[in-house]
């Protein structure tokens, strides 16, 4: 992947001058891929040829794949950090960063296929740092200098302000400038939010669809986080119900891998939590119930075991796999449509005055998407049960896609938000009193400003 001239905010200097442009093989079938030249990707771009106009689309497919990465370690990280997977393995760096130790879940893995645990301030950063320096380039060239530049401009700030957004979910702060300030969740949201109100504003110039519907559901998405809910509905709202995003894999080269298959299915040092085994859907009520003969099994989180009775690398651990990453190119959704329709169920049932109604109706249109029979409440007026629903479908929904850390950070105490406490699974340790990532060693030591 690409090694940045500029400091993503993590303390450290460049390792180069040469930027390694990320080879992208399966970008055609991901949005607004299509619309972007084919080109062969060199191996590497000498730092003096970045302000080259001719190398945009070089730079802007590398922005995508970059982002891509990032969200592969993001999915998998806050999985693993959280309770939709745990260790299966006996490493202990796994086993450790399960356990929310603090310096263990600092890990920069980049892609490069050697990490041995989920990366936290790696990949994320340099999707983050690249991103904005590609932008930035980009918006100091006028459209004369710049071929296709409202283009090249609206993609790689959408793509920054998604891989901004990051840091939202899940983290305890970051930093985003070299030797720059400590930033809250609160505060990453808002840069996100100007980030994709930008792209939107270069996206709504170009008359792109794609591009501005992926810039309004990335600022639902953050509107929503920051409590922001007449702003979250508005923009959620017109997000057509085809809409779908994939953040693409690959089976070569191995830092093309989806990496929570690698982490089970290949090498089952990682299982799925048990909360996530035989979830069900009431073929009348539509209701959360055992798996059973009035009941069929969700289709958003199918979990299987390879072989009955297998176990992780440990030998003690029950493997379960999730199909939705069961293969190394599996993708990992970015944004859709039933999220969006999440976004609007809990931005009704949090507005000054709830419409339990309409959120249901939102909650439903997202399942219409999967054929899954419509929710009926018991208590169509109780507004507990209907945040309870709301969570349970974000749950499901977006499984393995990299929020549900965030949900439980955002909504502590319920029944499916519980994080795991006491001695682990594998009786080797205890899980410890950390609740986000936090900010790595390595930018407190180097950042001054801290």
């Known amino acids: 992947m690409w090694c940045s001239g500029q400091s993503a905010g993590i303390g450290r200097k460049p390792a180069t001058r040469l930027w390694k442009a990320a080879a992208v093989a399966a970008l055609a079938g991901s949005f607004?891929?299509?619309?972007?030249?084919?080109?062969?990707?060199?191996?590497?771009?000498?730092?003096?040829?970045?302000?080259?106009?001719?190398?945009?689309?070089?730079?802007?497919?590398?922005?995508?794949?970059?982002?891509?990465?990032?969200?592969?370690?993001?999915?998998?990280?806050?999985?693993?950090f959280g309770t939709e997977m745990r260790q299966s393995g006996n490493l202990a760096g796994r086993d450790h960063f399960h356990n929310r130790i603090e310096g263990n879940v600092q890990g920069a893995s980049d892609c490069s296929g050697a990490s041995v645990v989920f990366g936290t301030s790696g990949a994320q950063f340099i999707a983050m740092a690249y991103g904005r320096d590609v932008a930035r380039r980009y918006e100091a060239r006028t459209d004369a200098e710049q071929p296709n530049r409202l283009r090249h401009l609206a993609t790689a700030t959408?793509?920054?302000?998604?891989?901004?957004?990051?840091?939202g979910q899940g983290y305890c702060s970051a930093v985003f400038e070299a030797n720059g300030t400590e930033q809250t969740p609160k505060q990453m949201q808002a840069i996100a939010e100007t980030w994709f109100t930008n792209g939107l504003t270069a996206a709504t110039t170009l008359g792109d669809a794609n591009l501005i519907n992926l810039a309004r559901l990335?600022?639902?998405?953050?509107?929503?986080?920051?409590?922001?809910?007449?702003?979250a509905i508005a923009d959620a709202t017109?997000?057509?119900?085809?809409?779908?995003?994939?953040?693409?894999?690959?089976?070569?080269?191995l830092t093309r891998?989806?990496?929570?298959?690698?982490?089970?299915?290949?090498?089952?040092?990682?299982?799925?939590?048990?909360?996530?085994?035989?979830?069900?859907?009431?073929?009348?009520?539509?209701?959360?119930?055992?798996?059973?003969?009035?009941?069929?099994?969700?289709?958003?989180?199918?979990?299987?075991?390879?072989?009955?009775?297998?176990?992780?690398?440990?030998?003690?651990?029950?493997a379960w796999y999730p199909n939705k990453a069961n293969a190394a190119q599996s993708p990992t959704r970015m944004a859709s449509y039933a999220e969006a329709q999440l976004?609007?169920?809990?931005?009704r049932i949090r507005q000054a005055t709830p419409d339990l109604p309409a959120a249901y109706a939102a909650i439903n249109a997202a399942r219409a998407r999967r054929t899954i029979v419509a929710y009926t409440p018991v208590a169509p007026t109780d507004a507990v049960e209907a945040l309870n629903t709301l969570l349970e479908e974000r749950r499901r929904e977006l499984f393995l896609e990299g929020f549900w850390t965030a949900d439980m950070i955002r909504y502590p105490g319920r029944s499916m938000t519980q994080w795991d406490e006491g001695l682990n699974h594998q009786g080797q340790g205890t899980y410890r009193a950390l609740y986000c990532i936090p900010l790595s060693e390595r930018e407190r030591t180097n950042n001054p400003n801290l």
Not at 158 to 167: D, E, G, Q, S
Not at 218 to 231: D, F, K, M, P, T
Not at 238 to 253: E, K, L, M, Q, Y
């Open 32 to 80: 607004g891929c299509s619309s972007l030249l084919d080109v062969s990707l060199p191996g590497n771009i000498p730092a003096s040829q970045l302000d080259d106009p001719g190398f945009a689309d070089v730079l802007t497919r590398s922005v995508i794949a970059e982002y891509e990465c990032a969200l592969s370690e993001h999915a998998g990280a806050q999985g693993l």
């Open 158 to 167: 959408i793509y920054t302000a998604y891989a901004v957004t990051i840091f």
């Open 218 to 231: 990335g600022r639902a998405r953050v509107r929503n986080y920051l409590g922001n809910s007449a702003g």
């Open 238 to 253: 017109v997000i057509p119900n085809t809409f779908s995003v994939d953040g693409t894999r690959a089976a070569t080269p």
């Open 257 to 318: 891998n989806n990496r929570i298959y690698g982490e089970t299915w290949r090498d089952r040092h990682v299982t799925i939590h048990p909360s996530f085994y035989n979830l069900a859907i009431s073929n009348t009520t539509g209701r959360f119930v055992p798996l059973g003969a009035d009941a069929t099994a969700d289709p958003r989180v199918q979990v299987v075991q390879p072989t009955p009775g297998a176990k992780g690398t440990d030998g003690t651990t029950d």
């Open 343 to 347: 976004i609007i169920a809990e931005g």
